[in-house]
């Protein structure tokens, strides 16, 4: 069984559905065709303690609520498991996750969904499209992690080409009709999958096809089918060319911070209130945040407290207490469409651990 490729508008989606008690559960779990017994029974356990979280709050549909998380924990509980499940239920989502990174187990109550470990595991492992070209024809396939599924393919005319010579390309690959049509099969595409791209093929003929295309943006690399000549010598080299094309955005994403600020400081906001308050107020460009960076604490109008405070905030304010505010400064950054860099530890350090670039205007 293939895992269903996790996007950036799963959590847009998300981001959306708010309104308390929006329950979201993260558990690890040990790769395996179906869900460890100690995997199963942490679970079981997390979804027990969001129970007694509703409890608390003497919420009158938390059993039709609880019976909707129980039986999303049954049927993930029996399939094929990566780094971690994710689950999250309100009265309007009924959704699963599986992740290919680790997270911290916990059982969240709130206004909102708990969605940073979604972000986290779409910067390490990003969906993308592989794009491969070769004598029979191209293919463009959706790729995340280690799973490729095929999703168009441009095939060759039925009008046999001349034989080529040895060491010269083939001359019908590098046919203008044919290159049109492979450009249009992938702006076609890119137009509601606009994620990292890596073409695959010979040589000669990715560079006569990359002079050609108007639909390259965000090139992750390009993979000599020579080197690399199999579907999973594909996926190998895409997940390389990956892993280098994600260091250059993080790389770009401090860059821009550095240059906003010398050119128009004004749009820089660092700290997690200035930022908050700033991604409300305005369209956002972009939030870099370091990975490890968290924030427990509550929201009010006036201000952000921190979790030392909480014993002060009224009872009215109790749904305002949040698990971590930079998953919610996150959630906000995305719903406005802004982009998010998860930069390394230390990076932002002169930023108190975030830096949130605002759109002009």
């Known amino acids: 069984m293939t895992h269903p490729l996790l996007r950036w508008r799963d959590i847009a989606d998300l981001t959306v559905a708010r309104g308390f008690p929006c329950i979201s559960v993260l558990v690890a779990t040990t790769p395996a065709p179906s869900m460890r017994g100690d995997d199963r029974q942490l679970m079981m356990a997390l979804v027990d303690q969001a129970g007694s979280e509703l409890e608390s709050h003497g919420l009158l549909a938390r059993g039709r609520l609880m019976t909707e998380l129980r039986d999303i924990a049954q049927q993930v ?7 971690s499940r ?33 972000v986290r595991a779409l910067h390490a492992t990003p969906p993308h499209l592989i794009l491969t070209l ?3 024809g191209a293919q463009l396939f959706h790729a995340q992690g280690m799973t490729m599924t095929s999703v168009a393919g441009v095939s ?19 046919s203008d009709t044919f290159l049109a049509e492979v ?17 695959a093929g010979p040589e000669a003929l990715l560079a006569t096809f990359a002079q050609r295309s108007s639909h390259l943006e965000r090139l992750a690399g390009k993979l000599d089918t020579a080197d690399y000549p199999t579907p999973a010598d594909i996926l190998r080299g895409s997940s390389i060319a ?22 128009d400081p004004r749009r820089v906001f660092t700290g997690i209130e200035a930022a908050w308050r700033e991604g409300r107020r305005r369209s956002p460009l972009m939030l870099a945040v370091e990975t490890g960076y968290s924030v427990p604490g509550h929201r009010c109008s006036a201000a952000l407290t921190q979790r ?33 860099a998860l930069v390394d530890d230390g990076s932002l350090r002169q930023h108190q651990r975030l830096a ?3 759109g002009r205007g």
Not at 89 to 106: D, G, K, Y
Not at 184 to 196: A, D, I, V
């Open 77 to 83: 509980a029996g399939e094929p498991t990566q780094g």
């Open 86 to 118: 994710a689950l999250y239920v309100s009265h309007a989502v009924r959704r699963s996750f599986s992740l290919p990174v680790s997270v911290t187990p916990r059982a969240v109550v709130e206004p909102t969904f708990a969605t940073r470990d979604l």
């Open 134 to 136: 070769d004598s029979s």
């Open 156 to 174: 060759m005319t039925s009008e046999a080409p001349e034989p080529r010579q040895h060491g010269q390309p083939d001359r019908a690959l590098a």
């Open 183 to 199: 450009d249009y099969q992938l702006g076609r595409h890119r137009l509601t999958f606009p994620s990292p791209l890596v073409l």
């Open 242 to 263: 990956l892993e280098q094309y994600l260091v250059s955005r993080r790389h770009s994403a401090l860059a821009l911070v550095r240059e906003t600020l010398e050119r």
């Open 308 to 340: 030392d405070d909480i014993g002060t905030v009224s009872h009215d304010h109790v749904h305002d207490q949040v698990h971590d505010l930079v998953d919610d400064l996150i959630e906000i950054v995305i719903h406005g469409g802004g982009w998010i």
């Open 356 to 358: 949130l670039v605002s």
